[in-house]
């Protein structure tokens, strides 16, 4: 069960990744946002939804 949640996790990553790419942001703030994403596996993604994405 628990190798379900990280694999779930790992595919929310991977696609929020995609979209911090793909976005029109300074190439700084990217860089910021994909930093926080890997360091914070489950509550980067929430906090780039929540405050990043405009």
């Given at each position: 069960m628990a190798t379900?949640?990280?694999l779930i996790i790992l595919i929310i990553d991977i696609v929020v990744?995609?979209?911090i790419i793909r976005s029109n942001k300074?190439?700084?703030k990217k860089i910021l946002w994909t930093i926080?994403?890997?360091l914070l596996p489950v509550l980067g993604?929430?906090?780039y939804y929540v405050?990043?994405?405009k």
């Amino acid at each position: 069960m628990a190798t379900v949640f990280w694999l779930i996790i790992l595919i929310i990553d991977i696609v929020v990744l995609l979209d911090i790419i793909r976005s029109n942001k300074d190439f700084e703030k990217k860089i910021l946002w994909t930093i926080a994403v890997i360091l914070l596996p489950v509550l980067g993604p929430i906090l780039y939804y929540v405050m990043g994405k405009k």
